[in-house]
């Protein structure tokens, strides 16, 4: 079996040491590699060719981001964030993201004993995504970026329906792809992301800033209405409640499901109980299942079900295992995505796994 090569790049020694005892703990991955800083970093990525990157934020002589600007246009590979969860700390990873990092870890500390073993799974999990994952040059990532739509869709049937997204790896990206796509009188939409709780609200606000749309962290209690995005918070299940013939967003801490929190099976099961045949599910790129169970129930109380293509995800796992149930009404580029959401298919108008 073909071990996956990793390189650790960080200036402390004990994460240097916690992140190598994690990641040397299975079978099928290898640290071929750490380096203390971006020089040292450089010149044993040209020796050792390593699949997957970690890499801090904060570093001596070049900090993380400028040097993951220049590895994605001149060596685009899987990197892997590591960030500190502080508020500058959950920026600078999202800014990472949008350079083309596949995904981010909260970074460990000296307090991380009990949870060694949840920690190292992470991990474990992050880096094999990554592995797996389709790296787009940098200059490709910024030829594909968009302006927020201004566009109206009044007098469309879209009005009255509900969207309820789910991704994970990847997703943060191709969720801000997909609502810059919209425009600011859009139907409500409800997405959980995988992210950790320090991260969602700067996301929230990101995004905001980005889209023509109001988008928001979710809150307890608050209205669901049109032209409004509600972001899941990082360590609490969103859900759709009715009450009175109006829709409310529902938080809960409750188990983890699929291993989340929030989870999007969590979702999409409210969205049946609650919101039913006015809702579109979409999946976007992610790892593993969460939400693919739940996609085959939306499909099969009539809502309209949507996934990303494998060849614009990052990682193909949630909407492939969608697709592998015989959950989905279309399997479509991250770019057809909002167009379709706007002509607002029947629910009744059933295709089989339709690919454009």
């Known amino acids: 079996m073909k071990k996956i090569k990793v390189l650790i790049v960080d200036d402390s020694a004990l994460v240097l040491k916690i992140l190598t005892t994690a990641l040397s703990m299975t079978d099928d991955i290898e640290v071929v590699a750490t380096a203390t ?17 970690t890499l801090d934020v904060e570093m001596p002589k ?23 969860l502080t508020s500058k700390g959950s920026d600078t990873a999202l800014k990472a993201l949008e350079l083309g990092a596949v995904d981010f870890i909260a970074k460990p500390n000296g307090t991380l004993a009990g949870n060694i073993a949840e920690f190292a799974h992470e991990v474990q999990e992050k880096v094999r995504a990554a592995a797996s994952a389709r790296v787009r040059p940098l200059e490709k990532r910024i030829a594909v970026a968009r302006p927020a739509s201004s566009s109206t869709t009044q007098g469309s049937s879209v009005f009255g329906r509900m969207i309820a997204i789910g991704a994970s790896t990847g997703g943060t990206e191709a969720i801000k792809a997909l609502l810059m796509d919209l425009p600011a009188d859009c139907p409500p ?38 032209g409004h995005a509600y972001i899941a918070p990082g360590d609490q299940h969103l859900q759709v409640v009715k009450t009175n013939g109006k829709f ?7 188990e983890l499901v699929n291993r989340h929190r929030p989870a999007v099976d969590v979702l ?10 006015s809702t579109i599910g979409v999946l976007l790129t992610g790892m593993g299942a969460d939400g693919a169970q739940g996609m085959l129930r939306l499909h099969q109380h009539g809502c309209y079900t949507i996934v990303q293509d494998e060849d614009t ?44």
């Open 37 to 53: 800083d971006p020089y040292m970093a450089r010149d044993k990525i040209k020796k050792l060719c390593p699949d997957v990157l």
């Open 62 to 84: 070049m900090d993380g981001i400028r040097f993951l600007s220049n590895l994605m246009r001149l060596r685009p590979m899987p990197v892997v964030m590591v960030s500190t």
């Open 189 to 226: 939409i409800l997405i959980t992301q995988h992210i950790p709780a320090q991260f969602s609200a700067s996301y929230a606000r990101r995004l905001d800033d980005t889209c023509a749309m109001k988008v928001s962290e979710a809150c307890h209690n608050s209205p669901i209405l049109s």
């Open 248 to 254: 409310f967003c529902k938080l809960s801490g409750g």
């Open 268 to 277: 999409f099961d409210s969205v049946i109980e609650h919101a039913h045949k």
């Open 313 to 356: 995800s990052v990682v193909w796992g949630m909407p492939g295992a969608a697709v592998k149930l015989g959950a989905v009404d279309e399997v479509l580029p991250l770019s057809k995505i909002a167009a379709r959401l706007l002509e607002a298919p029947k629910a009744g108008r059933r295709r089989k796994a339709v690919r454009r």
